[in-house]
């Protein structure tokens, strides 16, 4: 199966900084990437979707100025939690899904996830 | 709207106490269906994916199946090492084709 990986795998950091998480697919190119965020005991809740060279598109409710997605490339997206506050602590994941017709076309991949603790 | 509905929430089972989970959805046009497991503190694992009615899939002591409401995720003999989370997705035929996501069962297989 296809590879997700996420970096940094745990990440503290003081409130009022920024962090920047990054997520890779290792081979297979992926036009799509999503990102979720996971509370403890809850299942994932979609944050916005990125597409390679296109501008993210972000779910209702998520703050586009504060969660920052760059698609840059198809095998690398980041996702930048600006001015982090106590209550971005959470599970960040990584999803990856490929765009050309064959076994990545409709199946979605995650990456580890990235523990965001803001103190 | 899509929705996805898992029960149940939990379950426990013997070593060797087979089981199923499952899966209801609700969807405008079903693309794909998903099973996930997840372990604490990481990230999905995919196991399948099940595009139409009458469906299955098998990977070592699970078997995935679909009809036009629902999936089973069939566990035969299960070991400890099966217990997880395990998550339902959907995926609806559509231009965002982003998956929907059910609460999840988490399985315990007591030794």
């Known amino acids: 199966g296809a590879v997700v990986s996420q970096h940094p795998s745990r990440v503290i950091c003081k409130s009022g900084t920024s962090v920047k998480i990054e997520c890779r697919s290792l081979?297979?190119?992926?036009?799509?990437m999503f990102w979720y965020r996971q509370f403890p005991k809850q299942s994932l809740m979609l944050m916005a979707t990125?597409?390679?060279?296109?501008?993210?598109?972000?779910e209702q409710g998520v703050e586009k100025d504060k969660f920052l997605i760059n698609h840059a490339s198809l095998t690398l997206s980041t996702l930048t939690v600006t001015s982090a506050h106590p209550e971005d602590s959470s599970f960040y994941i990584c999803?990856?899904?490929?765009?050309?017709?064959?076994?990545?076309?409709?199946?979605?991949?995650f990456g580890p996830g990235t523990r965001l603790t803001v103190t | 709207e899509d929705q996805v509905t898992q029960s149940p929430e939990a379950l426990r089972l013997q070593e060797g106490e087979s089981s199923s989970l499952n899966c209801s959805y609700t969807?405008?046009?079903?693309?794909?269906l998903f099973w996930y497991r997840q372990d604490p503190g990481k990230g999905p694992e995919f196991l399948f994916t099940?595009?139409?009615a009458g469906e299955e899939k098998e990977k070592e002591r699970l078997k995935a199946t679909l009809t036009k409401k629902e999936s089973f995720l069939h566990i035969t003999a299960p070991k400890p090492e099966d217990s997880a989370t395990y998550l339902c997705?959907?995926?609806?035929?559509?231009?965002?084709?982003?998956?929907?996501f059910g609460s999840g069962t988490q399985l315990t297989v007591l030794p």
């Open positions: 997705a959907v995926q609806a035929a559509g231009s965002a084709r982003q998956l929907t």
């Open positions: 081979d297979f190119q992926a036009t799509t």
């Open positions: 999803s990856a899904r490929g765009g050309a017709r064959g076994v990545f076309d409709y199946e979605q991949y």
């Open positions: 990125s597409n390679e060279g296109s501008k993210a598109t972000y």
């Open positions: 099940l595009y139409s």
């Open positions: 969807v405008s046009g079903l693309r794909g």
